[in-house]
């Protein structure tokens, strides 16, 4: 079953605009990840959440993360051409000596000249 | 920087046949972990490995298996292909000794297609 839930699927804005993604999750978590993926290619990490987290910053993005409605927000700043990608949440639920990430449904994010 | 290698990038194989996917993570990173993409979908926790040890299983069918070697590479051996195993395959890596948020690192995956 699905644990987060992305919105919106896609997402289309100009070069120079923000772009909001949403993810909401189910069960209890340990940290919330966000991955970008260029079409078949690999999972890039971009930024890692912790629980006891609210907000994080790394350079044009910025996350936020309210436990108690299990949501989580990553805005793009000043979005490029080349932030063209699908971003995806990922919660991770620890069990034993190994983290387990669930992925959300994923962001389509398109951004043109 | 090294990154998690996978091998092949590209695999074809007919229903019923046998595949192995390969994965070489970080060095000195000792988890490692396997997912399954299909077309327009999102990953898919397969199976986790710390130590050598399996450590976590999700969604992974009886037809595939999976071990961790003592070089901490690891291999995905899938039997019985059937047409709804054709997808992108992920390893992943990362510092399972150092306690919770670690992130994990993909490799670029194994695109599997089954004729």
């Known amino acids: 079953s699905q644990q987060g839930e992305e919105d919106p699927q896609a997402l289309s804005i100009q070069e120079g605009e923000n772009a909001t993604m949403n993810c909401s999750y189910k069960t209890s978590i340990n940290n919330l990840q966000w991955y970008r993926q260029n079409s078949g290619r690999g999972l890039v990490h971009l930024i890692l959440?912790?629980?006891?987290?609210r907000e994080k910053h790394s350079g044009r993005l910025r996350v936020t993360l309210d436990t108690s409605k299990k949501s989580s927000s990553l805005l793009i700043t000043a979005s490029r051409a080349a932030d063209t990608a699908s971003y995806f949440c990922a919660t991770d639920q620890r069990r034993g000596t190994a983290s387990k990430l669930t992925f959300g449904t994923g962001t389509r994010l398109q951004v043109t000249l | 920087a090294a990154g998690v290698i996978q091998s092949p990038r590209h695999l074809i194989k007919e229903k019923r046949e046998t595949a192995t996917l390969k994965c070489y993570p970080i060095?000195?990173?000792?988890?490692v972990y396997w997912y399954q993409q299909g077309p327009g979908q999102d990953p898919q926790f397969l199976i986790s490995?710390?130590?050598?040890?399996?450590?976590d299983k999700g969604s992974i069918p009886d037809r595939f298996s999976a071990q961790q070697f003592s070089d901490y590479h690891s291999e995905l051996n899938m039997s019985s292909l059937e047409l709804g195993d054709s997808a992108l395959y992920f390893c992943?890596?990362?510092?399972?000794?150092?306690?919770?948020?670690?992130?994990?690192?993909f490799g670029d995956g194994t695109r599997l297609s089954i004729l």
């Open positions: 490995f710390y130590e050598k040890m399996q450590s």
């Open positions: 060095p000195r990173h000792d988890t």
């Open positions: 959440i912790r629980s006891n987290e």
């Open positions: 992943a890596s990362s510092l399972g000794g150092l306690g919770d948020n670690q992130p994990q690192h």
